[in-house]
């Protein structure tokens, strides 16, 4: 006998007819769960990258702090957690993970030129932000959160930078011919003037867009970048301004190494943009004008030798002995050079929009000078009381204010102190100061704030080469020169080879940027 039961099973099996409604629960049910997944899946992904957004800023911000301690704040200040610059609605309950913001000082940037300050203040600096992100519809299988986390590493400098104009003031003085033991035993101009040949091959005459920099007469080039000008003290006559980079194609020229008087230009107000060329009677610190023709192009190895830029630090076709010389016979005055060169800065800003304007003074002696015209700008005759420019007392602290009022209009002041001394700038040193004024002088300056306290004898020539600086970390010193004493050293750039302060110049000059996590 037939199972009964099994054949209607079998029927069943056969039977087309009913409803669907059932497969169409299950198929719902299953598309449903995976449009669920994908939403959830796309919602951590797009707060993943709002995490990495934020992990990024806040790595470059600290990066841009150092090497200052205010790498942390800033640091902590891009952040996305809460209450911070990135902190995003969408995006609630960032946190740090434990142990970041951290900067540590890497060895591959070590090489590069890039100092650390301290064991807390590095070269770089790391951030990593961990966020739980909410499920919509995987919560129904338990699943309520998607934890995600980013890290991020910035160095501190070495990202292309902005368009620079840049007046390089190198002390020509009778004591820059004494040489360097660390440069060979070549006399301390020529090895500062070989540091300068160092910077122009680093920085970028022309877009890298270019195979070729374009130059015309005046030597810009199309699509300039960094523009560069020389100036010196003591002054020369504007006539004889070229003999400093042109040998005339034999030998030194019988005028190069005539100097004039120390001359007082003009203050320049944040409105004198207008930058008026001394006539050729008269005396100038301005060796050559802005030029971008220092290298072919951007990725070319070597400084052109037509270039005048090229031939006064002594990269010229016409070989050393063509480069600026050091006729001494004035001493040491910086206010005049410091105001030329400010108002020649403001001229190129006021006519190159987005380019920032930098200084570089690089001396070794102190500020004494007796050796002055007798009158200043507009036919003024100078104080020599007052301690306030134009005066012949006082000169240090008049280097001071005029470097800070340049710091004041926006120009990012760098010096190098290539030998100065611990001792000399007032009278009883052999120099000129003799009474405090920086607290009423450098109402001008951007730093007042910072002198308070003064007293004569802090005023030294070691002294006014760092706080001639826009901020300390812009202040370098080679101490290792006859004169200079073991205490004139930086904080903030322990280097101390001539040749490679100019290299850590220009990467300072360059901006942060992003670096593998793995670099050491």
Known sequence: MKDPGNR?????????????????VLTMTLFLGMGGLVVDVAHAYFSYRLLQASTNAAALAGAEGLPTSAWLTQANAFSSTSGNNNAYSNLPGVTMITGFPVSPCLTTLKNQ?????????????????QAAVP????????IHTINIKYEATASMRGAAPIPYNVAIIVDSTNSMGTSDADCNGSSRLTCALAGVATLLGE??????????????????????????????????????????????????SASKGTIMPYSFPAVPSSSNTTYTAPTASSATYQVTGFLSNYRASTSASSLSGSSSLASAVGSGTGGTGCEMSDPGGAGTYYAGVIYQAQTALQNMAANNSGTQNVMIILSDGQAQSTNFASTAAGGATISTTSGIYPSTVDQCQQAVVAANYATGQGTRVYTVAYGSEDSGCTSSGGGTDNK???????AVGANCTAYPGVSLSTITPCWTMEQMASAPQYFFSDYNQSGSGSTCQSASQPETNINQIFKN????????????????
């Open 203 to 252: 920085l970028y005459p022309c877009g890298s867009q270019y195979s070729t920099c374009t130059v015309n007469a005046s030597g810009q080039a199309t699509g300039a970048v960094d523009q560069v000008a020389i100036f010196t003290f003591p002054n020369v006559e504007a006539s004889a301004a070229a003999d400093e980079y042109n040998c005339n194609g034999s030998g030194l």
């Open 505 to 520: 110049i220009f990467y300072d000059l360059t901006t942060p940027r992003l670096i593998p996590n793995t670099t050491t």
């Open 8 to 24: 209607r099973f079998v029927r069943a099996l056969k039977d087309e007819s009913g409803q669907a409604i059932w497969w169409f």
């Open 135 to 142: 499920t919509y519809f995987l919560s129904v299988l338990g």
């Open 113 to 129: 030129g890039m100092a650390c300050t301290s064991a807390s203040i590095g070269n770089s600096v790391q951030v990593a932000q």
């Open 436 to 442: 405090v004024v920086l607290p009423t002088t450098c």
